[in-house]
């Protein structure tokens, strides 16, 4: 109860912030329209990070915290990916729209989800490797029915609005886009809507945060 009060008091004062903010730049003009058509793309990605990464680490286990192939692909920024997807995309399939923005979302951040992941996974020598693979994979099931809950609630916020860069390369309007496009134009009732939107998400990962305790 405790947690959960603190947990409404931060989002409590992030929606103040948001409805304090001074003044308003769009002056005569109304705030950009929210980009529904991005909202399908953005649960496909989210959806597909969430189900790819702890599967990728029940696979590998946490010895992929420390691969070097991974961290390799890790460190490229977003805007290296969306170039290379620039420079590889035949021009017989047009414009790159939500498909590429999808697979240049995925490469940017499937490895460092990755490497969080088996970074929190603990050690497996010399138990439970001594029991074989399967008792391997089954305790890193387990861990990861309790890991991924927490995961998932620190990082969908961030999944949902830290895509600017990829939107910007390929010209594709997304929810970073709108979120930065509303801090900047000040738009208190949009920005409003956001917070109330991330904390209603956050919420709904309480029943199964408790579960997986």
């Known amino acids: 109860m405790i947690r959960l009060l603190q947990g409404l008091g931060i989002w409590g004062l992030g929606l103040a912030l948001a409805l304090s903010l ?7 003009a109304a705030p950009p329209a929210f980009p529904w058509a991005a909202l399908g793309p953005a649960a496909l990605a989210t959806a597909s990070l969430a189900l790819l990464a702890p599967l990728l680490v029940w696979r590998g286990g946490p010895a992929l915290a420390s691969r070097r192939s991974l961290a390799l692909l890790e460190a490229p920024p977003e805007l290296l990916w969306a170039a290379l997807l620039l420079a590889l995309w035949p ?15 995925l490469a940017a951040a499937l490895p460092g989800e990755v490497r969080w992941l088996a970074q929190a996974l603990p050690g497996e020598h010399p138990l439970p490797q001594a029991w074989g693979e399967r008792a391997t994979r089954r305790v890193r099931w387990l861990v990861l029915r309790r890991l991924v809950v ?8 961030v999944w949902l609005t830290a895509t600017l860069v990829l939107e910007r390369m390929l010209g594709v309007p997304g929810l970073g886009t709108d979120w930065l496009t509303r ?17 209603g998400l956050w919420l709904l990962t309480r029943p199964w945060q408790r579960e997986a305790v």
């Open 91 to 105: 021009p017989t399939w047009g414009p790159p729209a939500q498909a590429a923005w999808l697979l240049a979302f």
């Open 150 to 157: 927490r995961w998932l609630a620190a990082r969908l916020p």
């Open 22 to 28: 001074p003044g308003s730049a769009w002056k005569a």
């Open 183 to 199: 801090v900047a134009g000040r738009d208190r009732r949009g920005l409003a809507v956001w917070v109330l939107l991330l904390a």
